[in-house]
């Protein structure tokens, strides 16, 4: 989401090795980056997203923060640290952020898929799957959007919906694994959701 105009030529070599999986030497590149260039937004941006694919909240949080610090227009920054929060079910924040980058940079579907999903679960549900079904029109084969939203259809019980979803993402992938499992419970709370209507 950065301009490459202004691309540290290190970063490029980092997000390379971040698309790689190679998670721990690109943030070796960007701390590399940092010892010369502390006020490097990107750099700090680069390693928060790095250390969110490791799973590791608590030191992307301290990165982006920084990233924050320096330039709080960032949307890539207020999306990625969004995301991290989302990661921790801290919703409030999560959507605050996510908000935020919405702004800077409307109409990007990865961030409308993040804001829809906290917005969901921060318990604005209608509010929160408008915001997925918009991020599904803008980017309608992507497998993370469908599955964001496959739940969310499965947790209003909107079996038929939930069960189109998981099944367009195993057209695009078909070993999706999350789409596999999800498509499994759609069929069993399904099968009690009418063994249960038919005791009424």
């Known amino acids: 989401m950065s301009d490459p105009a202004q691309t540290h030529p290190l970063i490029e070599e980092a997000d390379k090795k971040k698309n790689e999986g190679k998670h721990t030497e690109a943030i070796r590149i960007c701390e590399k980056i940092l010892s010369g ?40 920054a207020n999306y990625l640290l969004g995301f991290v929060y989302s990661c921790t079910c801290d919703w409030k924040k999560s959507v605050e952020l996510l908000e935020k980058a919405d702004t800077i940079y409307p109409n990007h579907p990865e961030i409308l898929r993040c804001l829809g999903w906290s917005m969901y679960h921060f318990g604005q549900r209608k509010r929160g799957i408008v915001l997925l079904e918009r991020a599904l029109f803008l980017a309608p084969n992507d497998p993370l959007i469908l599955n964001d939203i496959g739940v969310c259809y499965l947790n209003e019980k909107e079996f038929e919906k939930s069960a189109q979803l998981f099944k367009k993402t195993l057209q695009i992938e078909p070993d999706n694994q999350k789409a596999k499992e999800c498509l499994n419970a759609v069929r069993f709370f399904q099968r009690e959701f009418e063994k249960l209507k038919k005791k009424k």
């Open 37 to 76: 260039d502390l006020n490097c937004v990107e750099a700090y941006e680069e390693i928060g997203d790095n250390y969110l694919s490791l799973r590791r909240y608590d030191k992307a949080e301290k990165a982006l923060k920084q990233a924050l610090k320096l330039n709080e227009e960032s949307a890539n």
